[in-house]
């Protein structure tokens, strides 16, 4: 750095700008990924709420779709020879988990109100595990997951509209299955490698859960389609984006974040599928908001 600079506050400056450059693009991929996520919600719910497919054929087709473009993009980059030593059995359980109670849930489930007990599960789930694998979140991240949680709680309050007990405890596993996922990939160093193969090994036991689950629903075209692009680009290529954040985000700023996704969830929802806000939702989303602010603003959780 000397060689390029006059002083120390010369050499400042420049560090401070790369640091600002690193934020930006960590803002940058973080926000596709949470894009990603809702995206899965809206192309769920418009591909199961018109029954033009059935939940188990989606999952499959998703899971499918999936590990074929991932695959492919490792091959583009000439990883396939060592692809599977970054993936494991128990995340591509997890994945599994996570995609296949989120199809049945969403058959009765609005995107937006999905995706809200979605999230809010998964940021029990990661925060618990956060604090079991030694992080110490600081106050401020307490109080956003708490704010988060009161959020979530509004849903269920008297005279709030009572989402359907079977869909929401579907997606409550799906939240389990999903914070799983997320916490494991962490640790990963090649987050597209690792994507692809979790993927490939959940995607046939995702095709024989198809097969051995019976549905009335004829899979059309269009919901085919639907399952595509769920599983090709929204789910293959956005959890690749969020497994290359994971390492540059603590557990429970990672839990927190993802509490956007319903609102984005939601106004895909009313442009694409005609849905609309109730004041549960309207109230719940504020809080929401209003956690992740205060938790992004706070200072790095201690380890």
Known sequence: MALF?????????????????????????????LIAFAANSV????????????????????????AVTLAG????????????KHGSVVSAASLLLYAAA???AYVTLDAGLGALILFGGVQIT?????????????????????????????????????????????????AVGWGIYSLRGRGVSAPLQATASNFILAAPVGVLLWLLIPSEVL?????????????ALASGVGYAIWYATL??????????????????????????????????????????????LIAVLAPNSKK
């Open 43 to 66: 192309l769920t719910r418009s591909a199961l709420a018109y029954d033009q497919i059935g939940p188990g054929a989606f999952m499959a087709i998703r899971l499918f779709s999936g």
């Open 219 to 231: 899979t059309n075209p269009a919901g085919v389609l639907l399952a595509v692009a769920s599983g």
């Open 126 to 174: 990661m925060f618990a595990g956060a604090v079991i694998g030694g992080e110490k979140p600081s106050g401020t991240r307490w109080i956003g997951s708490i704010l988060g949680m009161i959020g979530l709680g509004v849903l269920f309050a008297p005279g709030a509209s009572m989402p359907d007990v079977g869909g929401s405890f579907l997606m409550g596993v799906s």
């Open 5 to 33: 600079c006059a002083d120390t506050d010369c050499c400042l400056a420049i560090i401070s700008g790369t640091r600002s450059k690193s934020r930006m693009r960590l803002f940058l991929i973080t926000s596709l990924a």
């Open 102 to 104: 989120f199809s049945f």
């Open 247 to 292: 390492p540059k985000l603590d557990s429970s700023l990672a839990a927190i974040v993802q509490l956007t996704v319903p609102l984005i969830a939601l106004v895909g929802g009313m442009v694409f599928l005609g849905e609309t806000a109730t004041w549960a939702f309207v109230i719940s989303t504020t809080l929401i908001l209003g956690g992740v």
């Open 73 to 84: 993009l490792v091959a583009l980059r000439g990883g396939l020879g060592g692809m599977f």
